[in-house]
């Protein structure tokens, strides 16, 4: 008996040493903490991409135009849809892309065939449909919106329903960037400038923000729950300084040092899966600038890191994080 207990704790063994975990991969600890600017690969050169998602380096969708490349387990797709591709998100419920598209309202991609939804079909209120976000659940939230119109719309079983400010605690029709992490969705609203706003969103329970901007434009949300958010001054005519909102624990503060307005202007950003923040913008010269804020302080990229536009980013479930630029892919592994 005591040989087989010894046998059994042996075979355990492996299991039980300290670092082990189930939990799931975007656990901060198991990625190292040095920010690597090295280009790990380099996709599609040439190609101008605004609208990229990856899941990891076989798994992964990009749009040119109307075009949508597909990537499972390695294996392309093509498509051409009716109109142009302005965002790309991955199901896993159903294991489905889902596009928003300029003039064809929101899009499934599933099998070999394309299902839309629009005005004439599921009655969106526009079919311009800038933002499309999936969460854990299954569902599709995405926007179809514009000063006092419409708002955001929640695709759940074969069936869609729609959010206004006459209808739920929506503050704004204008919908500026929607993202997902886990049950939770988070809504970047329009309206006055100075009074923009932003909603969580558990299940059925909506919660106002203590984030109030001028001009709000992109958003993410962190695998630690950190919130992050562009604030837009530029149309300003007094003198302010542009901002990228962080709230963390409950607190809101700037995270981009004191600055003219005219030294940066942020333009993408894209939290890691270390809670480290990848920022692009306009510095004063002519290159795009790409930062990284690591919780405490910014680095920089090195001198002579490509001379990019980058349009887009993601972050795959293995930390490595991907831009979508003026020429292709750039692929940048942590």
């Given at each position: 008996m005591k040989n087989h207990l010894l046998l059994f704790l042996l075979f355990l063994a492996p299991?039980?040493?300290p670092g082990c975990?189930?939990?799931s991969i975007d656990e901060p600890l198991s990625f190292p903490k040095e920010v690597n600017f090295e280009i790990s690969d380099h996709l599609f050169p040439g190609k101008v991409i605004k609208v990229l998602e990856a899941r990891d380096e076989k798994n992964y969708g990009f749009a040119v135009g109307r075009e949508v490349f597909l990537f499972r387990n390695g294996?392309?797709?093509h498509h051409i849809l009716s109109s142009d591709i302005m965002?790309?998100?991955?199901n896993e419920q159903d294991q489905s892309w889902w596009a928003g598209t300029h003039s064809s309202g929101l899009a499934r991609i599933g099998e070999g065939e394309v299902t839309f939804f629009t005005q004439a079909s599921h009655k969106l209120p526009r079919d311009l449909v800038?933002?499309?976000?999936?969460?854990?659940?299954?569902?599709?939230?995405?926007?179809?919106?514009a000063h006092l119109l419409g708002g955001v719309g929640c695709y759940e079983e074969g069936s869609i329903q729609f959010f206004t400010p006459e209808n739920s605690f929506l503050p704004d029709n204008l919908i500026k960037s929607i993202v997902c992490r886990g049950k939770k969705t988070w809504i970047a609203t329009g309206g006055t400038v100075t009074r923009q706003k932003v909603v969580e969103i558990t299940g059925d329970d909506w919660k106002l923000l203590p984030i109030e901007g001028y001009y709000l434009t992109q958003m993410d949300i962190s695998s630690q729950s950190t919130l992050y958010v562009i604030d837009d001054v530029g149309l300003s005519s007094s003198f302010m300084n542009h901002k990228v909102y962080r709230l963390k624990d409950d607190k809101v503060d700037n995270i981009l040092p004191e600055q003219s307005r005219f030294d940066f202007h942020p333009w993408r950003l894209k939290a890691d899966l270390r809670d480290?923040?990848?920022?692009?913008?306009?510095?004063?010269?002519?290159?795009?600038?790409?930062s990284v804020f690591d919780g405490e302080q910014w680095q920089e990229a090195p001198a002579d890191f490509p001379i990019l536009t980058v349009y887009c980013m993601a972050v795959d479930r293995l930390n490595g994080f991907w831009m979508g630029t003026d020429d292709g892919i750039y692929l940048l592994r942590q």
């Open positions: 299991f039980l040493q975990t189930t939990d294996v392309k797709s965002d790309l998100a991955w800038s933002h499309v976000a999936c969460d854990s659940n299954g569902r599709v939230w995405f926007s179809s919106s480290y923040l990848w920022l692009a913008g306009f510095g004063s010269g002519e290159k795009m600038e790409i």
